[in-house]
T-cell receptor, first 115, second 110 residues
């Protein structure tokens, strides 16, 4: 079974703190994604990466950065957390299959509260 | 602009009733379309994809390019179908990133 593991299920941080959310997948997937999930807004793509050291902005990259130093690990960084970044963050990974989209496998999510 | 619209935030049906979760999309090319599901306290997971043309857990979805719709249907709802359902598309030629709708919460009452 594909396993996508997010390091923290629940975090509470203060405004202005730097926050790291870590995600590891064990299936040698090329693609990795960070989404945030908010009630009534669905899932919105923050950043994705299709290879080591490669990154692409999604729909809402402002206030976030990412790092992919190894194929299996994709980190989301909040340089200076703000209250409007309180959310559920979902990491996902998939194979790149060329013309057909690979299934996204999701982690359990990291619920971040910024006070 | 690429967009996925799920008009219903909440859909409530009784067990055994038919259910249809609506999904409309906006995309000029040929997208791939998916339904993902999230059961309570579980991960988001793929339910079905239009290119497979398969039935999963009794659910089917047909891509209607004329109406730009990909509605999810099941003839007889079960209580265990209660979950959050997301319709999603990936633009052709993309790296596989998905654009999700806002989701519909399905509640199946006994």
């Amino acid at each position: 079974d594909v396993k996508v593991t997010q390091s923290s299920r629940y975090l509470v941080k203060r405004t202005g703190e730097k926050v790291f959310l870590e995600c590891v997948q064990d299936m040698d997937h090329e693609n990795m994604f960070w989404y945030r999930q908010d009630p009534g807004l669905g899932l919105r793509l923050i950043y994705f990466s299709y290879d080591v050291k490669m990154k692409e902005k999604g729909d809402i990259p402002e206030g976030y950065s990412v790092s992919r130093e190894k194929k299996e690990r994709f980190s989301l960084i909040l340089e200076s957390a703000s209250t409007n970044q309180t959310s559920m963050y979902l990491c996902a990974s998939s194979f790149f299959r060329g013309s057909n989209t690979g299934e996204l496998f999701f982690g359990e999510g990291s619920r971040l509260t910024v006070l | 602009a690429q967009r996925v619209t799920q008009p219903e935030k909440l859909l409530s049906v009784f067990k055994g009733a038919p259910v249809e979760l609506k999904c409309n999309y906006s995309y000029s090319g040929s997208p791939e379309l998916f339904w993902y599901v999230q059961y309570s306290r579980q991960r988001l997971q793929l339910l079905l994809r239009h290119i497979s043309r398969e039935s999963i857990k009794g659910f089917t979805a047909d891509l209607n390019k004329g109406e730009t719709s990909f509605h999810l249907k099941k003839p007889f709802a079960q209580e265990e179908d209660s979950a959050m359902y997301y319709c999603a598309l990936t633009p052709g030629g993309s790296q596989g990133n998905l654009i999700f709708g806002k989701g519909t919460k399905l509640s199946v009452k006994p």
